[in-house]
Structures are given as structure tokens and as C-alpha cells.
Nanobody, 126 residues
Framework: QLQLVESGGGLVQPGGSLRLSCAAS????????IRWFRQAPGKEREGVSC????????NYADSVKGRFTISRDNAKNTAYLQMKNLKPEDTAIYYC???????????????????WGQGTQVTVSS
């Protein structure tokens, strides 16, 4: 069984930055694509960013392009989401999730991921 634990959330002012971490235990993250999701109160969960298992392919939701950067460190079994120029509309619970993939460059769309973390709250407010 693979466990995922997110950390790094908190309260930040608009324009500020945070770095979220997603630490895995129980299994290696190497064969998994990793996606960050978020869910704001009263809204559906949305995919924020994804990184392929070799780290060579990434994608971002239009709302975060140019502000967020996803990365992974397979040696540390950890993924990251660097968030800059945060806006109040970025306020949400952020989740990481992983999905077993067959190719190095795949980043599956949708919500059908194999393992999920418990989430970390990000609040952007002055």
C-alpha cells in the first residue's frame, strides 16, 4: 500500500508563495504519474498540475500556468508544487494523487488516480 502525505499549506497573503510537498511511503513513486488537485468550498475538485513518471512531461490548468511549478524527486520519494503570486481564488484544499502508468511520458487526465493524500489547506487572504 502506498501512503501519501501532503504538507506545506497555510495562510498566505495575495502575491505570496508556498511550496507544497507530497511525501510517499510504502512504495516507490518511480512508476507513477503524479497529479495535484484542489477543491474549494462549494466547488468540484479540479486538476491543477501533473508530472510524468520521468519528470519530463508536465501540464497545468490554465488558471495556474506561469505561477505554479510541479516537480518530483524520486530519490526522496516526494513531489512538490511551488506556488507563486497566489490569488484568493487559489484558496482550496490541495491533494496529491498518483496513478500507475505504462510509459515515461504519460500524464493521465481525469480523477481516476490510484492513491490519494489527505490534503493540505491553502488559504490566500489579506
Amino acid at each position: 500500500q502506498l501512503q501519501l502525505v501532503e504538507s506545506g499549506g497555510g495562510l498566505v497573503q495575495p502575491g505570496g508563495s508556498l511550496r507544497l510537498s507530497c511525501a510517499a511511503s510504502g512504495k516507490t513513486l518511480n512508476p507513477y504519474a503524479i497529479r495535484w488537485f484542489r477543491q474549494a468550498p462549494g466547488k468540484e475538485r479540479e486538476g491543477v498540475s501533473c508530472i510524468s513518471r520521468n519528470g519530463g512531461s508536465t501540464n497545468y490548468a490554465d488558471s495556474v500556468k506561469g505561477r505554479f511549478t510541479i516537480s518530483r524527486d524520486n530519490a526522496k520519494n516526494t513531489a512538490y508544487l511551488q506556488m507563486k503570486n497566489l490569488k484568493p481564488e487559489d484558496t482550496a484544499i490541495y491533494y496529491c494523487a498518483v496513478r500507475l502508468v505504462a510509459t515515461d511520458w504519460t500524464c493521465p487526465r481525469g480523477n481516476l488516480y490510484d492513491y490519494w493524500g489527505q490534503g493540505t489547506q491553502v488559504t490566500v487572504s489579506s
